[in-house]
């Protein structure tokens, strides 16, 4: 995205369209040669404003604003997470309810009812300024869509499909409106959320919300993919789970795909394993409350885990579990791997960790907090060459919108928020265009997506 600023105003312009844009205000001007006076001053700025409105621009009277809805398309279902192709021509969002009323009850009974439908529904970008339109709906055939993630080459997308596990779908018949999923199991009541993939894309790791494990509830699952020279996987094979905690949302994994990083909502309440950060106030708690109405809980937890060891389902593969605030849900690292973010949702701020530390001394591996400015943050993603970090806070047991935070990834615990932009009801998740230009923001119960055009800096994919 460049950046064109009239008399102060920033105006937010994508590359393709900037000449014929900028001619046409041109050729305006020219037309209307004549003394500038106050009149002539604003029919030119009345025509500088209709040509950008017409052409789907994003005006933001911010000195320099950092980001801006750029469009908001209504989805057929609640929306979790929403995947661009890696050429950018199409996104791909998962969906549940598709067609049916939002479900209000717990996350963990949303699996036991009959009769929902999910699936993948897939946006097309068309004309010259790239707006989406929906071209199909590919049901999955479980009763959850959430979490995904594409395998190296682009041609195969991995979802979390709660009770049913995991399932791998072709994009190309994604694209063509058609599909048949492939299933690795993660066992009865999984609840799987969460899918992250290796670097070669042989393997995937899932996050097992409810799975039930060595009488421990929440676990991480490993399955091989068997992925063919073409980039397609024609037989999964579940290689078995590692417990991690109770209830397990979500995962992330390190950019040089070494180590995997799990959030875990809650110390399990019986035979709870050894935690780093008790003496921490700020990470150890035990007045945790889920949602209004519900008992207090301990906090949650992140666990480290070497990637190679979790691969062979090795008992040492746990490097360090360490405390988390109330209720853990999300986790993004730096590409220098500098930093690790974690979202705090019944804290209502980020985690800052060190992750060298996390494993060296873990009692001491937290670097800073950082308020948000909402409430319940839920996603989180680094842009701009990782100098900042786009928050939903989600503000989810309660009633009213939520918003998308954009925090300075290095600022201080006193550090508001740069930029704040209001959302509708539940936003979740963000993820990223492969070129860093925009982002992708999924707004759970109003069943919208929104396109956040970034300003400034590409950063990693």
């Not at 844009?21 to 020219?30: D, G, R």
């Not at 009974?109 to 999910?118: D, L, M």
């Not at 959850?144 to 791998?168: I, K, P, Q, S």
């Not at 691969?311 to 405390?323: N, P, Q, T």
């Amino acid at each position: 995205m460049t950046d064109q600023r009239f008399h102060g105003v920033s105006i937010g312009t994508r590359s393709c369209g900037v000449n014929t844009l900028l001619a046409s205000i041109c050729n305006f001007c020219v037309a209307n040669e004549q003394p500038i006076t106050r009149r002539s001053h604003a029919r030119v700025w009345f025509r500088v404003f209709y040509l950008l409105a017409a052409a789907g621009f994003s005006v933001v009277a911010h000195a320099q604003p950092i980001v801006a809805v750029a469009a908001s398309y209504t989805t057929r279902g609640n929306p979790t997470t929403a995947i661009p192709a890696p050429d950018g021509r199409y996104v791909f969002v998962s969906v549940t309810n598709v067609d049916s009323p939002n479900f209000a009850g717990p996350d963990v009974a949303a699996g036991r009812r009959s009769n929902v439908i999910s699936g993948i529904e897939v946006f097309r970008s068309v004309g010259w300024h790239n707006k989406l339109k929906p071209i199909a709906f590919v049901r999955i055939g479980g009763k959850g869509a959430n979490g995904m993630t594409l395998l190296h080459g682009g041609r195969t997308l991995v979802v979390g499909v709660g009770d049913d596990g995991v399932a791998f779908l072709s994009v190309d018949d994604l694209k063509s409106g058609r599909g048949a999923p492939l299933l690795a199991s993660q066992g009865d009541g999984a609840g799987t959320f969460d899918v992250v993939a290796t670097p070669d894309g042989r393997y995937v790791f899932s996050s097992n919300e409810y799975g039930l494990i060595q009488g421990q509830r929440g676990n991480v699952g490993v399955i091989a993919t068997h992925i063919n020279a073409n980039g397609r996987v024609t037989h999964p094979q579940t290689l078995g789970q590692i417990p991690t905690g109770d209830v397990v949302p979500s995962l992330a994994l390190s950019p040089d795909g070494s180590r995997l990083y799990v959030a875990s909502e809650l110390v399990p309440a019986t035979q709870p394993p050894p935690i780093a950060g008790a003496d921490n106030p700020q990470l150890t708690k035990h007045d945790c409350v889920q949602r209004q109405g519900s008992p207090p809980r301990w906090n949650g937890f992140i666990t480290v885990l070497d990637v190679a060891k979790a691969l062979s389902l090795d008992h040492d593969a746990v490097l360090s579990r360490v405390a988390s605030g109330c209720s853990p849900v999300r986790i993004d690292e730096s590409a220098d791997q500098s930093a690790l973010y974690v979202s705090a949702r019944g804290d209502n701020v980020i985690l800052v960790f060190s992750p060298h530390r996390l494993e060296s001394d873990p009692d001491h591996a937290m670097l800073r907090v950082l308020p948000t400015g909402g409430t319940a943050p839920v996603g989180v993603h680094l842009f701009g060459a990782d100098r900042y970090l786009a928050v939903a806070d989600s503000n989810r047991f309660a009633s009213g919108s939520g918003t998308l935070a954009i925090l300075s990834a290095s600022g201080s615990p006193g550090t508001p928020p740069l930029q704040v932009l209001q959302e509708r009801s539940f936003p979740r998740n963000i993820s990223r265009s492969a070129d860093g230009s925009t982002l992708y923001l999924t707004n759970y119960n109003s069943r919208t997506l929104e396109v956040i055009r970034v300003r400034s800096g590409s950063g990693r994919t």
